[in-house]
């Protein structure tokens, strides 16, 4: 079975603009998550979508949203772009069932200048 | 203030030392997870705990879940280089599809 996979690996982008980017979960799985991960806050929980819809919220922005595809795939979307934004952004997919196994992506690094 | 404590932060050791990380919370999770991440790379699942008191081995790493489902440890035995990486605990909070992640402990090993 292939991995959850992440679009774009890397990207920059300037402060104010917006990015959108893009996660496709394991194959049958139908929970996405997604994380922020910094040095100074480490993973950081954004949100989870379940058959489409956002079942979970972290705390942060309204700036920070997502969507959840008929065929599980996740977008994460961040308006306005702040330098505090700079972050490893990691999606994270699993099958519902005993344990909380989660299978993460490789991450895409946002830097914001 | 993280809903789970890792300790310690920072570990430095010599190939072939044993090592014990914790992960601690005041919290009762359903289930418990272990990671382990290398730069620039997702965490990769190392193991899932479930029932409080669990005890779980791969090859020479040990996992234990507290009896109280709040807390737990991971003990590696004869430390190797390529065991080198930031290993994370992350809890599911009690029946709230909700995951919290500790700060990490960043390990190395020295050849």
């Known amino acids: 079975k292939a991995g959850v996979t992440q679009t774009p690996r890397y990207l920059i982008k300037t402060r104010g603009q917006q990015v959108t980017l893009s996660c496709s979960p394991i194959?049958?799985?139908?929970?996405v998550s997604w994380y922020q991960q910094t040095p100074g806050q480490g993973l950081q929980f954004l949100f989870e979508?379940?058959?489409?819809?956002?079942?979970n919220k972290g705390n942060f922005p309204g700036r920070f949203s997502g969507r959840q595809f008929s065929n599980s795939r996740s977008e994460m979307n961040v308006s306005t772009l702040e330098l505090g934004d700079s972050a490893l952004y990691l999606c994270?997919?699993?099958?519902?069932?005993?344990?909380?196994?989660?299978?993460f992506g490789p991450g895409t690094r946002l830097t914001v200048t | 203030t993280q809903l789970l404590e890792q300790s310690p932060q920072f570990l430095s050791i010599q190939e072939g030392e044993n090592l014990t990380v914790y992960c601690n919370s005041s919290s009762v999770f359903s289930s418990l997870q272990w990671y382990r991440q290398e730069p620039g790379e997702g965490p990769v699942l190392l193991v899932t705990v479930v029932t409080g008191g669990e005890v779980k081995k791969l090859k020479r790493l040990t996992f234990q879940f507290g009896d109280a489902r709040k807390d737990s440890s991971l003990h590696i035995t004869a430390a190797q280089p390529g065991d080198t990486g930031l290993y994370l605990c992350?809890?599911?909070?009690?029946?709230?599809?909700?995951?919290?992640f500790g700060a990490g402990t960043r390990l190395t090993v020295k050849p």
């Open positions: 994270a997919s699993r099958f519902e069932g005993v344990g909380y196994e989660q299978y």
């Open positions: 979508y379940f058959s489409e819809t956002q079942r």
């Open positions: 194959s049958g799985h139908r929970s």
């Open positions: 992350a809890g599911e909070i009690s029946n709230n599809n909700d995951m919290r």
